[in-house]
């Protein structure tokens, strides 16, 4: 407490009765305290987040006021999904940085709970997600592109003698996968019969899942190109038998007040992708 009343330049009393009037306010204790620490609670943990998220979307249109008269340059904000398909939108991005080279495009990474719930809060211009998504509720462009579903293994693995893995084939093996796919994707491939599976872990970005696989943990669910699979790697790539490809599409708010620099981008991949 006396650390940050220090950064904050204020007395300690005062930041303390400033925590204990905010508790107040919003009727429910934030912290817990004993005689060496204070943590946070569930409560103080949600509105750290909702005070991280406001701060962010202040960032955020603070620099699109401040890029509004510059024509060359200003701040793009975009989530993404993992996948092979981001090439598309990288290549409008860079011929959009090659007749304006200020334009600088921010990329958040996460699953597609992610990057959905900071394009509805505000903080991104656009969301590069796959096609499970409900579309309705965005504006949209279909990108050139598509994604394999299979399965990510070791050489050695006994699987990895086949040229594809039906999803039976499957049941008992021991399973990493992302968390959202187990209820969206699982109840159809697996016809009812998820229960069967034998999920270890789970993942969120699939680059420390890759590293679970080769550390003999499990097999991991996943798209296609997300790590390296060539001669030279030791895990490899078998697609799903009768498990449909994804598409992937670039989304937005409806009514979205874009920034200049947004707008441009949106052009360039209205000409690329329409």
Request: proline letters at 3%; glycine letters at 6%; charged letters at 25%.
């Amino acid at each position: 407490m006396s650390r940050a009343a220090e950064r904050l330049h204020i007395s300690q009393p005062t930041i303390s009765k400033q925590l204990k009037d905010l508790e107040e306010e919003l009727g429910v204790k934030l912290f817990t305290r004993s005689s060496y620490s204070i943590n946070l609670t569930d409560e103080g943990m949600l509105l750290r987040r909702r005070a991280e998220d406001i701060l962010d979307l202040v960032d955020k249109t603070m620099a699109e006021f401040q890029s509004l008269d510059d024509i060359d340059g200003g701040e793009i904000y975009v989530g993404a999904a993992e996948s092979d398909g981001l090439k598309y939108f990288a290549r409008a991005v860079k011929s959009l940085q090659e007749t304006h080279p200020k334009i600088r495009c921010n990329i958040y990474s996460g699953n597609m709970e992610d990057v959905t719930q900071r394009l509805d809060k505000g903080l991104l211009d656009f969301a590069l997600v796959m096609s499970y998504v409900d579309l309705s509720k965005y504006n949209y462009l279909t990108v050139p592109a598509t994604d394999i579903w299979g399965v990510i293994m070791r050489k050695d693995s006994p699987l990895s003698q086949k040229d594809s893995i039906a999803p039976e084939e499957l049941f008992g093996l021991p399973l990493i996968c992302s968390r959202q796919w187990i209820d969206q994707d699982f109840p159809q491939w697996f016809a009812g019969e998820e229960e069967r599976l034998n999920i270890v872990a789970t993942y969120n970005l699939f680059y420390n899942a890759a590293i679970m696989v080769r550390e003999e943990i499990g097999y991991a669910i996943s798209y296609d190109k997300l790590t390296d699979t060539s001669e030279t790697s030791d895990l490899c790539f078998r697609p799903l038998k009768g498990v449909a490809t994804s598409g992937m599409y670039v989304i937005w708010k409806k009514y979205q007040a874009f920034s200049p620099a947004a707008e441009m981008l949106m052009k360039e991949m209205m000409k690329r992708f329409q």
